[in-house]
Each structure stands twice: as C-alpha cells, then as structure tokens.
C-alpha cells in the first residue's frame, strides 16, 4: 500500500507536476483545483494520508478549509505564493504541519512530507521493490522472503534511497542525509556503499548511475 496525498492546487499546471513528482516518489495522489472541489475530495479520499494545499482557491480559500481537514485528522502542509509572516503563523497556528512558499524545490519538499508522514504516525512501515522489502518498524531487509545483512550505513542508504525513487539524488546530498553535516570523509563513500547495495540485493539495474551527480533508485 502506498500514502496517498491530496494536492489542492487551482494553477492545473503545478497541480500535474506535483503529482506527476510525488507519483514518480512511490506516492498515490488525487487532485482538486478549487475549496469545494476539496471537500468532496475528502469525502470520497477518507484513507489520505496528507493535503498538500494551496492557500488562495477560487471558492474557499485554503484557511477556511483547515476545519473539514481537522475534522479528518488530515495533516496539512501549505504550498502558496504567501510569503508574509501573517500568513505563515496563521497557517500553522491553524493546524497545518508545515508551510512551504513557491516556488521551492522538489526534493525538499519530499524530505517535509516524508517527515510530516513519520511524526503522524502515517509513514507506510513497508518500502519494498521488486524482491526487496524494507520493514521499517523491525529495521529488516529481506529478498524473495530470506534476510539480508546490512550494515547501518547501508540500511539508511537504502531507505532513502526507496523514500525518494526516480529521483535523482547527489552524492553530497547522500552525504548529508546519510552520514550528517559532521562527516569528513569523500563522496567516493557513497560510490562504494551503494556497490554493496548492488551486489547484495542485486539492484544492478534499479540503482542507476547519474553522471556527474549521484545516484537514481528507478521501479
């Protein structure tokens, strides 16, 4: 089972490239463009996992909708071009989880809904492909049902690597979200750990190679 995000965007062009991303990431995804368009989306989307909301729709705008997401439990991050800090301390103060402003970067957007899903409590326990199954609660990696040994580092590659699939990823980002900010080591870690992934969940064809960047995990 995947998490699935509603996005309720009125521009239809960032809508598609949202979902169009978040698919790509392993994510299902359902899509309004108006408040009113919202609300019967709740109704007929009740496992939704997260509402990734616009702020100014045509309709109801975004604030006014915080009351049919709370009612829900549905955790909120705002995506909007409202930059000021009124805005902001409203929206939060209204509930949402988060608040990005546009434009922002894709793959920090996918580190705040992964995050956002994890302190909720809707993280799916499970990443899996092909043959490879991550159970996230028992911190076990197996293939076609048999355990593989891996080591820390090579457990947490794999995750983030399976949290952000068909997305390309560097290797000083690698870095940064696997080691943290204080390691002093080379890039040249990175090429080497994910050579084991390789070899021992034989993912030769799935983890691909980005040159000059990093490294890709492809379904």
């Given at each position: 089972?995947?998490?699935?995000?509603?996005?309720?965007?009125?521009?239809?062009?960032?809508?598609?490239?949202?979902?169009?991303?978040?698919?790509?990431?392993?994510?299902?995804?359902?899509?309004?463009?108006?408040?009113e368009?919202?609300?019967?989306?709740?109704?007929?989307?009740?496992?939704?996992?997260?509402?990734l909301?616009?702020?100014?729709?045509?309709?109801?705008?975004g604030?006014?909708l915080m009351?049919?997401f709370?009612?829900?439990?549905?955790?909120?991050?705002?995506?909007?071009?409202?930059?000021?800090?009124?805005?902001?301390?409203?929206?939060?103060?209204?509930?949402?989880?988060?608040?990005m402003?546009?434009?922002?970067?894709?793959?920090?957007?996918?580190?705040?809904?992964?995050?956002v899903?994890?302190?909720?409590?809707?993280?799916k326990?499970i990443l899996?492909?092909?043959?490879v199954?991550?159970?996230?609660e028992?911190?076990?990696?197996?293939?076609?049902?048999?355990?593989?040994?891996?080591?820390?580092?090579?457990?947490?590659?794999?995750?983030?690597?399976?949290?952000?699939?068909?997305?390309?990823?560097?290797?000083?980002?690698?870095?940064?979200?696997?080691w943290g900010?204080?390691?002093?080591?080379?890039?040249?870690?990175?090429d080497?750990?994910?050579?084991?992934?390789?070899?021992?969940?034989?993912?030769?064809?799935?983890?691909?190679?980005?040159p000059?960047?990093?490294?890709?995990?492809?379904?």
């Amino acid at each position: 089972m995947k998490n699935k995000i509603l996005v309720i965007e009125d521009d239809r062009a960032i809508s598609e490239l949202l979902c169009m991303n978040l698919n790509a990431a392993g994510y299902e995804t359902a899509a309004a463009y108006d408040g009113e368009e919202a609300r019967r989306l709740l109704l007929w989307h009740e496992d939704a996992d997260l509402a990734l909301v616009d702020i100014m729709l045509p309709g109801k705008d975004g604030f006014s909708l915080m009351d049919d997401f709370n009612e829900k439990n549905l955790p909120v991050i705002y995506l909007t071009a409202k930059d000021d800090v009124a805005s902001k301390v409203k929206g939060l103060k209204l509930g949402a989880e988060d608040y990005m402003v546009k434009p922002f970067e894709m793959l920090e957007l996918l580190v705040r809904i992964e995050k956002v899903l994890e302190r909720t409590g809707r993280a799916k326990k499970i990443l899996e492909i092909r043959d490879v199954k991550v159970d996230l609660e028992k911190h076990q990696v197996t293939k076609k049902g048999v355990a593989v040994n891996l080591k820390p580092m090579e457990y947490d590659l794999l995750v983030l690597l399976l949290q952000n699939r068909n997305i390309a990823l560097g290797r000083e980002e690698i870095l940064r979200r696997v080691w943290g900010t204080e390691f002093l080591g080379e890039s040249r870690t990175v090429d080497v750990h994910v050579g084991q992934l390789r070899k021992k969940l034989e993912l030769y064809e799935e983890i691909r190679t980005i040159p000059k960047l990093g490294y890709r995990l492809e379904d």
